[in-house]
């Protein structure tokens, strides 16, 4: 009897523990994406799980995050886009404009937060800045191609030319490159563009670089690129060539300078915005943010090692000097 009572217990309770299970309500779950490996966005998306929990969803408590990335292979993340979709996320989270693209083309109903390095309209994402529509929303990073490819030129005889390294399956190559022709006729600087969408293209990219007799080298905006920033930074100090980059994670890495958006910033700004669309806002009903902080990081260990003397002017605008 004794047993049998026991083993009629033990059913009771196990019932009551799965009715309680069924009744606790399911965390809404936060879906990154990235065309590029997750691990070169770590840094960043503490920045953003931060700001999320400041607007009161707490990972594991309060909130789940699922992140996928695709690393570098861009063909990969509409996979990973309907993946998220599939798990019926609440929001998804673009770090670029490829894989907001991706998120969109999954789902037209999925709110989703991006971080555009381009014209988010010109690439399809929303109606207009102010008024986005449909279901997404998010930040507008200035790239400020122009403005590193100026501090190239400062870096590079005048008789030579500045190479322009780029992932030719990224979305945001085609609009880089013509800015850069503009750039070019404006100035008068020749530029010449070299590209890569794989490990043994950067390796080749540099052996082009030195037969064109570049004098400096500024690395786009791009996932793949920015996930391969230490074989980048390690082959631009190896052939002595100084290099301008988007971000300070470059820089940290061993590039050169870095100039461009404050990344965690923009980060933290999209961990807000994805706070506002968990409690109830619509997309279409908050406006597409322009990033307002940039920075300007120089590594003057880099400096030395390859042979440069930067100009005071320079190092005194510097955000950052790492030594």
């Given at each position: ?17 799965q ?6 309500p ?13 691990d ?11 700001s ?19 690393e ?9 886009a ?35 390095q ?9 109606a ?5 529509g ?14 590193r ?27 880089q490159?013509?800015?850069?022709e503009?750039?070019?006729?404006r ?6 563009t ?7 293209e950067?390796?080749?990219?540099f ?5 064109q ?7 786009s905006?791009d ?9 980048i ?6 052939h002595g060539v ?12 061993g590039g ?16 807000s ?17 322009q ?9 003057l260990?880099?400096a ?5 003397d ?14």
């Amino acid at each position: 009897m004794r047993r049998r009572e026991f083993l009629s217990g033990a059913a009771a309770a196990l019932c009551v523990m799965q009715r309680v299970a069924h009744a606790q309500p399911r965390l809404p779950i936060v879906g990154i994406l990235t065309s590029g490996p997750l691990d070169a966005y770590e840094t960043l998306l503490i920045a953003f799980r931060q700001s999320l929990s400041d607007a009161g969803y707490v990972e594991g408590r309060s909130v789940a995050i699922e992140a996928r990335g695709a690393e570098g292979h861009f063909d990969r993340t509409n996979q990973l886009a309907q993946e998220l979709v599939r798990r019926q996320v609440a929001v998804i989270v673009a770090t670029g404009n490829g894989s907001a693209r991706a998120a969109q083309a999954a789902s037209a109903t999925t709110p989703l937060v991006f971080l555009s390095q381009g014209d988010p309209v010109q690439f399809g994402l929303v109606a207009s800045l102010s008024r986005p529509g449909g279901n997404a929303t998010g930040l507008l990073a200035s790239d400020l191609l122009a403005k590193r490819l100026d501090l190239a030129r400062k870096l590079a005889p005048a008789s030579r030319p500045i190479a322009l390294l780029i992932n030719p399956k990224a979305t945001e190559a085609e609009p880089q490159v013509k800015e850069a022709e503009e750039t070019a006729r404006r100035s008068g600087h020749p530029i010449v563009t070299l590209k890569a969408s794989d490990p043994d293209e950067i390796h080749l990219a540099f052996e082009h670089l030195k037969a064109q007799g570049a004098g400096t080298l500024v690395v786009s905006t791009d996932a793949f690129l920015f996930g391969q920033r230490d074989r980048i930074t390690a082959l631009a100090i190896r052939h002595g060539v100084p290099a301008i980059y988007d971000r300070r994670e470059f820089a940290i890495a061993g590039g050169l300078v870095s100039y461009g958006t404050h990344y965690a910033d923009a980060y933290r700004r999209m961990g807000s915005y994805t706070g506002k669309i968990l409690k109830g806002a619509k997309p279409a009903d908050l406006p597409v943010e322009q990033t307002a902080r940039f920075e300007l990081v120089i590594n003057l260990k880099t400096a030395k090692i390859i042979g440069i003397d930067l100009a005071p002017t320079v190092l005194a605008l510097a955000d950052e000097v790492i030594e």
